[in-house]
């Protein structure tokens, strides 16, 4: 199993181009989750997908939309980049409720 | 979800016991506590949960204090690749329970 894949790893934009990453997962899981992390700092969470066909905000979404293409799949977009959200995005699964969350490798975006 | 306090930086010593505090004084009964570590620029790792008992898996061990206002996490010989940051989180129920982290604490494990 290859777990959690994210793509692409490294990935540079300039400000106001548009961008989807993303992530898909074999694990059969149920949630899927978006975070970035800044320097220095802990993760935070963009938005979630509770389950297939449902999406939901988590603490910081503006500027970034997502989709649930499947139980597989979840895509993060960035429709119009700013250097503000340059950063290192992990996509995570889990099965849900309690259960451990599943982490991908990252993807590091600069937006010039 | 209730807030954790941990301290910014450790040290340990190769093969010794690495004890990583965290405080949670206003966790309430239904949240459990979570441990995560990154290591280096990586994805986050799951290492162990717990609610009021005291849990133990091949990583580590969660003690979790009878108040569950605190709780420790133990790696009992600490190996230069136990070298990360280290994530305590208090999560609550549901069906898409999120994760809140800190900045954790970052422990250095030496030779």
């Known amino acids: 199993n290859a777990g959690v894949t994210q793509t692409p790893k490294f990935q540079v934009l300039k400000t106001g181009q548009s961008m989807t990453l993303q992530c898909a997962q074999d694990?059969?899981?149920?949630?899927m989750y978006w975070y970035r992390q800044d320097p220095g700092m802990g993760l935070r969470l963009i938005y979630y997908s509770a389950s297939e066909g449902t999406t939901d905000k988590g603490e910081v979404p503006n500027g970034y939309n997502v989709s649930r293409l499947n139980k597989r799949e979840f895509s993060l977009r960035l429709e119009s980049a700013a250097p503000s959200q340059t950063s290192v995005y992990f996509c995570?699964?889990?099965?849900?409720?309690?259960?451990?969350?599943?982490f991908g490798p990252g993807t590091r975006l600069t937006v010039l | 979800d209730a807030k954790t306090t941990q301290p910014p930086s450790m040290d340990c010593a190769e093969g010794r016991a690495a004890n990583l505090p965290c405080n949670h004084s206003t966790i309430s009964g239904n949240e459990y506590v979570y441990w995560y570590r990154q290591i280096h620029s990586q994805g986050p790792q799951y290492i162990i949960h717990g609610l009021k008992n005291n849990e133990t898996n091949e990583m580590a061990s969660l003690i979790i204090t009878e108040d569950r206002k605190s709780s420790t996490l133990i790696l009992p010989h600490a190996t230069l690749r136990d070298t990360a940051v280290y994530y305590c989180i208090v999560r609550s129920t549901g069906t898409a329970s999120k994760l809140t982290f800190g900045t954790g604490t970052r422990l250095q494990v030496t030779l």
């Open positions: 995570a699964s889990s099965e849900g409720g309690y259960n451990e969350q599943f």
């Open positions: 694990m059969n899981h149920n949630s």
